[in-house]
């Protein structure tokens, strides 16, 4: 049986309500993260708050560890779902979650503080004490102390012989109701007539049960020796065959006892006879043991205090302690023997030291030689009483003598009076008591000795006693009669004539006994006391007692789910075994009362429900689970009626399985009861119920259950004013909220309550539909009041969908089904007014375009990018469950996003044109930042189409989107060669301008000679500017600036820099290949100087500025390149051969170090 919990109650929910707010409020000194701190507001929020645990503290079911572990089952899940920490483990992590959870749930308590006294109900699940189950019993059955003390003494409950002379008459009254209904046919109405023979027949063998149980305890609890010898019985004796003599008869050797003495010699008085110096000690021995010695004393003082312990098998002993002097002769062998003394102890000695007179050899002068002692002779548990009476029997004790008798229990049925001589360790004689009679009787004429009388008669015999007093004779009659088991109880002759007494005053030595009895019979008592067990209707009293046992533990500070505790499990079991209460009876009669609780709300164990009702199950179709055969008309109708209030409380408990087991509390207990309906439902013990059946059963309490749980969601949500009387935007505000309760509800079934459905999969999955019905009913009202062409109700179909299509069950499922088909047109409707809106931007926006760079493109290349890709995410986030429209919607869209693309780039290359169009050609010229912005609106598109138009379709169609796509792809490309190639143009055709100035000074024109000539001679007298160097660095200034401004106004990132590397490469190339057409056209001429100076400027400056801008080595130094450059070397080398240092050091050799 496992240890109950302490119940929780509403004061301590709202304790613990408090504090887990302190922590959120961060009034609390305890340090937590953020992820712990979720958990706690999601625990608070869901759990703490809910109606449901409400109910449950009421009820009486819900304990701190309910609390503990709901809290556990919902982090175990956070904690896996969180990324791995390096030297962290999430186990870890739940052991420090669930420590600050204990310190936020116990609050500011001091634990170490000092816990008070515990009350009664809070040791209730200990090991109780007799005391203590006296008191918890009176509490139960109402009875006060007072009462409790009368009873108690009345009855002898501290005597454990009298209550074991108790069970044994009322078993034998058992057993004499027993055979009187047999003999007058008063047997109670069975099922099957040939029951009552089988009835009487278990009667007795219960009862012989007992009596073999009984039998079987040890008669002693003590040590070993002190233990009778077990009486030898047949093994195959019957349990009917206990009080048969010939099968019980004992010899003298079965009846062995052991007694302990203690013998304390204290001092010796009257010592005369030595000298005060001489050494004096002494012995001690029991006849026939060891003999011991005390220590050595003076004889002026001899005093020891010396113990000795003995054991002895003789009830009479003799002791002998003896006085000794040392000797001091040379040739004494023993010591001198001072005196003596000799004893006979009884277990009824007197145990306080005496002084006894010692015996002294002749001529000895201590005549007056005494020693101080005291003798302890213990009796054995199983020594009922012993002393010396007068006897005289028939079969033994043949004469009139005085004896030492001693009353012995061998076994729990099996008593002897002995009678022993001195010195011997087995009875001279003895009589068994079994079936004998002790009564109180007068004096006998002819007997002399003893004063008082008494006798034991059985039939063929008659054994007379007699004490010595009235009170010895009154504990011998007591012994004796609780011996024989027998249900008369003497009363004392002196005791009789007080009662026969009237008006008279009692006496003063009227005992003990007599004025309990007076006391209860002035408080009422004596009627309870007097009662005889075998004449009360037990099965009565014990539904009572049983009722108010339950009802005290209900009440108790325990969660107990209707079990009882130890204690009272205890004494129920005792209760039953003891009156013979039917196994049957009592499960009746527990679950009637179990299923009242059930009924009222109380959280009672299915699993305690089960054990009981499959007991009875078991009995009243004949399974015997307690050995009784016999089924009375009463207990089958009984458990018909039981089983029917049971069917309805499992059906209605299944029905409202959300709130009678909540949050999955108690644990497993709503697997308990789809187990106990199960066996409820069964015809038989043998015949398992059909999976039909059973389904049939669940299903129907499911379909309920769908109904009751989403009536109470819609009535916390007051959901049902808001569908007849709000605004469209209110109504759909609610209705999401609603959804995410219902979502809410679902998981937690899942959660805490599938895996008791496990069975029934299918049959959740069609209560999650029915409630989803019911939820859709609502949910088109909201709909259908919505304005046409609103698109906000797009996020209820966002959160029902992401929750449906992740449930294998639910997935595409009639709910599911009748979403995606109320949301189709809207879907396709939204798309296609997205598309028109898309196509009139890009119409709009490019004919006002100013193409000033925004982000990574232009102001309508952003917003049709933000648009399409706004708009794929949106359907993407839909997730349409059916693949087949989910396929439509993203070809659909990856089609829109390439026709849009296509616009996009056709209507960029346009403006390009006409922008190339009205650029001039001088080395005035640089490029605006709208070209730049085209660019980079061409390149985004590129970037863009890989993401907007790539499709992630099936084999087929994705041959056909490859060649779709691939035209997109093209088409950007093709725009990319075309716009560089006009650009380029451009930049070239400043070049040739430039050159064009350079072919005034061809040599044999008319312009050279005189410009030459003008030179020279203006040279000779004042600093004449070369106008070759200021066309050439006009020129670089060009190339570099606009460099410049290409690298500023490009997009960072990969392909961007490939796209301008192209442009530069295309611009380097055209510009070599201009000049070398310009030098090749004046092959046969010698260039002038200024042309040779001009040229190696630029093609020098040209080459390093395009190295900078990432333009590859093999690019640069092109056969191209290599013709200009041998061509201007060679040209350089004529000049410097004919002219000298004309050149002014500008050189194809060393130009690379140039400045500027």
């Keep these: 049986m496992s240890r109950r919990q302490q119940k929780l109650n509403r004061q301590q929910l709202l304790t613990i309500k408090e504090r887990f707010q302190a922590f959120l409020s961060g009034e609390t000194q305890i340090v937590a993260d953020e992820a712990f701190c979720n958990a706690i507001r999601s625990y608070f929020e869901v759990f703490l708050k809910s109606d449901r645990v409400a109910r449950l503290v009421q009820s009486g079911g819900c304990s701190a560890n309910d609390f503990r572990e709901v809290f556990k089952k919902n982090i175990e899940k956070r904690v896996r779902s969180l990324p791995e920490i390096d030297g962290l483990s999430k186990e870890t992590v739940l052991s420090s979650w669930i420590a600050k959870f204990d310190a936020i749930y116990r609050g500011e308590e001091d634990l170490r503080k000092q816990l008070p006294r515990m009350h009664l109900n809070a040791v209730s699940e200990l090991i109780l004490s007799k005391e203590q189950l006296y008191e918890m019993f009176q509490h139960i059955l109402g009875v006060k102390k007072f009462e409790h003390q009368l009873l108690y003494n009345a009855c002898q409950l501290d005597n454990a012989d009298e209550q074991a002379a108790q069970i044994r008459r009322e078993l034998d009254g058992r057993l004499q109701l027993a055979d009187q209904m047999a003999k007058e046919r008063k047997y109670p109405k069975f099922v099957a007539k040939e029951m009552e023979i089988l009835y009487i027949e278990e009667l007795k063998s219960s009862v012989n049960l007992l009596m073999a149980n009984l039998e079987s305890l040890p008669v002693s609890k003590g040590g070993s020796e002190f233990k009778l010898q077990k009486l030898k019985r047949s093994q195959n004796s019957s349990f009917l065959d206990i009080g048969d003599e010939n099968d019980t008869q004992l010899s003298k050797s079965d009846v062995v006892l052991s007694f302990t003495l203690e013998i304390v010699i204290i001092e010796v008085q009257g010592l005369r006879s030595v000298a005060p110096n001489r050494i004096v000690y002494c012995t001690m021995e029991v006849e026939g043991g060891e003999k011991l010695q005390t220590d050595q004393a003076e004889a002026s003082r001899p005093q020891w205090g010396t113990q000795g312990d003995f054991t002895t098998t003789h009830p009479l002993p003799v002791v002998k302690v003896k006085l000794f002097t040392e000797s001091t002769g040379v040739l004494a062998l023993e010591d001198k023997e001072l005196g003596k003394v000799v004893l006979y102890p009884t277990p009824n000695s007197p145990k306080s030291p005496e002084l006894h007179k010692m015996i002294v050899p002749k001529n000895s002068q201590d005549s007056e030689l005494r020693i101080k002692l005291a003798v302890r002779m213990d009796k054995p548990p199983n020594t009922k009483h012993c002393g010396y009476l007068y006897a005289l029997g028939q079969k033994v004790w043949k004469r009139w003598k005085r004896r030492y008798f001693v009353l012995v229990q061998v076994s729990q049925y099996t008593f002897a009076m002995c009678s022993y001589r001195e010195k011997k360790s087995e009875p001279q004689e003895l009589m068994q008591l079994e079936g004998y009679t002790v009564d109180y009787t007068d004096p006998q004429p002819g007997l002399t000795g003893g004063r008082a009388f008494f006798n034991a008669v059985k039939e063929g015999d008659t054994v007379v006693f007699a004490s010595d007093d009235d009170q010895d004779r009154n504990i011998w009659v007591q012994a004796m009669c609780r011996a024989t088991g027998q249900s008369y109880k003497p009363v004392a002759p002196t005791l009789a004539q007080k009662h026969n007494f009237k008006g008279g005053n009692l006496h003063t030595d009227m005992p003990m006994s007599q004025l309990n009895s007076e006391r209860t019979q002035k408080l009422g008592m004596d009627e309870f006391i007097a009662a005889d067990p075998c004449k009360c209707m037990h099965t009565a009293l014990f539904q009572v007692l049983q009722k108010q046992t339950l009802q005290h533990r209900m009440n108790d500070s325990f969660s107990c789910l209707g079990w009882f505790s130890p204690g009272q499990v205890f004494v129920l079991d005792e209760y039953c075994a003891r009156y013979g209460v039917r196994g049957c009876h009592r499960h009746l009669c527990y679950l009637k009362e179990l299923t009242e609780y059930a009924e009222n709300s109380a959280v009672i164990d299915p699993t305690l429900l089960h054990y009981s009702f499959a007991f009875c199950a078991s009995h009243v179709h004949g399974n015997r689970p307690d050995g009784i055969g016999t089924v009375t008309t009463e207990e089958k109708e009984q458990f018909e009626d039981i089983k029917s209030r049971l069917l309805s409380l499992l059906e209605n408990q299944i029905v409202h399985f959300r709130y009678c087991f909540p949050f999955g509390r108690p644990e497993g207990a709503l697997k308990a009861t789809l187990s106990l309906l199960e066996r409820v439902l069964m015809k038989d013990i043998s015949t398992p119920v059909l999976p039909d059946d059973m389904k049939k059963v669940i299903r129907k309490c499911l379909e309920k259950a769908a109904l009751i749980n989403y009536s109470r969601l819609t009535e916390y949500a007051k959901i049902e004013d808001t569908m007849n009387q709000a605004a469209p935007a209110k109504k759909l505000e609610d209705v999401m909220r609603l959804g995410e309760l219902c979502i809410e509800v679902l998981q937690q079934n899942e959660e805490h309550h599938s895996e008791a459905f496990a069975w029934w999969p299918e049959i959740m999955a069609e209560h999650a539909e029915i409630f989803w019905s019911l939820y859709a009913v609502d949910m088109d009202a909201s709909l259908e009041a919505q304005p046409?062409?609103?698109?906000?109700?797009?996020?209820?179909?966002?959160?029902?969908?992401?929750?449906?299509?992740?449930?294998?069950?639910?997935?595409?499922?009639?709910?599911?089904?009748?979403?995606?088909?109320?949301?189709?047109?809207?879907?396709?409707?939204?798309?296609?007014?997205?598309?028109?809106?898309?196509?009139?931007?890009?119409?709009?926006?490019?004919?006002?375009?100013?193409?000033?760079?925004?982000?990574?493109?232009?102001?309508?290349?952003?917003?049709?990018?933000?648009?399409?890709?706004?708009?794929?995410?949106?359907?993407?986030?839909?997730?349409?469950?059916?693949?087949?429209?989910?396929?439509?919607?993203?070809?659909?869209?990856?089609?829109?996003?390439?026709?849009?693309?296509?616009?996009?780039?056709?209507?960029?290359?346009?403006?390009?044109?006409?922008?190339?169009?009205?650029?001039?050609?001088?080395?005035?010229?640089?490029?605006?930042?709208?070209?730049?912005?085209?660019?980079?609106?061409?390149?985004?598109?590129?970037?863009?189409?890989?993401?907007?138009?790539?499709?992630?379709?099936?084999?087929?169609?994705?041959?056909?989107?490859?060649?779709?796509?691939?035209?997109?792809?093209?088409?950007?490309?093709?725009?990319?060669?075309?716009?560089?190639?006009?650009?380029?143009?451009?930049?070239?055709?400043?070049?040739?301008?430039?050159?064009?100035?350079?072919?005034?000074?061809?040599?044999?024109?008319?312009?050279?000679?005189?410009?030459?000539?003008?030179?020279?001679?203006?040279?000779?007298?004042?600093?004449?500017?070369?106008?070759?160097?200021?066309?050439?660095?006009?020129?670089?200034?060009?190339?570099?600036?606009?460099?410049?401004?290409?690298?500023?106004?490009?997009?960072?990132?990969?392909?961007?820099?490939?796209?301008?590397?192209?442009?530069?490469?295309?611009?380097?190339?055209?510009?070599?290949?201009?000049?070398?057409?310009?030098?090749?056209?004046?092959?046969?001429?010698?260039?002038?100087?200024?042309?040779?100076?001009?040229?190696?400027?630029?093609?020098?400056?040209?080459y390093r500025d395009f190295r900078l801008q990432s333009v590859l080595e093999g690019t640069l130094n092109n056969k191209t390149y290599e013709t200009v450059y041998n061509r201007l070397t060679v040209e350089e080398a004529t000049v410097s051969v004919t002219n000298g240092s004309d050149l002014q050091g500008i050189s194809m050799r060393d130009s690379d170090e140039e400045e500027g």
């Design 788 to 1102: 046409q062409d609103s698109w906000d109700s797009f996020p209820l179909f966002q959160l029902l969908n992401n929750y449906l299509r992740n449930d294998t069950l639910l997935c595409n499922g009639k709910f599911h089904k009748h979403l995606q088909d109320y949301f189709i047109p809207l879907v396709i409707r939204y798309i296609d007014l997205m598309e028109s809106s898309i196509a009139q931007s890009i119409h709009r926006g490019f004919e006002q375009e100013t193409w000033q760079p925004v982000n990574n493109g232009s102001t309508t290349s952003e917003d049709l990018f933000w648009k399409l890709d706004a708009l794929q995410m949106f359907v993407c986030d839909l997730h349409w469950p059916e693949p087949e429209f989910a396929q439509h919607l993203e070809q659909r869209l990856k089609l829109m996003a390439s026709d849009m693309v296509e616009a996009s780039v056709k209507r960029t290359r346009i403006a390009f044109d006409a922008k190339m169009q009205k650029a001039n050609k001088s080395t005035d010229y640089r490029i605006s930042p709208s070209v730049c912005t085209m660019f980079n609106v061409l390149m985004d598109a590129k970037k863009q189409c890989t993401k907007l138009c790539v499709l992630d379709a099936g084999q087929e169609f994705g041959k056909q989107w490859q060649q779709y796509h691939s035209k997109t792809d093209d088409l950007i490309e093709e725009a990319f060669k075309e716009m560089i190639s006009l650009l380029v143009s451009k930049f070239v055709a400043v070049l040739e301008g430039v050159l064009a100035k350079l072919s005034r000074y061809d040599e044999g024109t008319l312009f050279s000679s005189i410009l030459s000539f003008t030179v020279k001679a203006a040279a000779k007298y004042v600093d004449v500017p070369n106008p070759g160097m200021d066309l050439a660095d006009t020129y670089i200034t060009f190339v570099r600036q606009n460099q410049d401004i290409l690298r500023d106004k490009k997009r960072m990132d990969d392909l961007s820099s490939v796209m301008y590397l192209r442009l530069f490469e295309q611009w380097y190339t055209s510009s070599m290949k201009a000049i070398c057409v310009w030098l090749t056209d004046r092959l046969d001429l010698q260039l002038h100087m200024y042309q040779l100076k001009t040229l190696i400027r630029i093609v020098k400056k040209s």
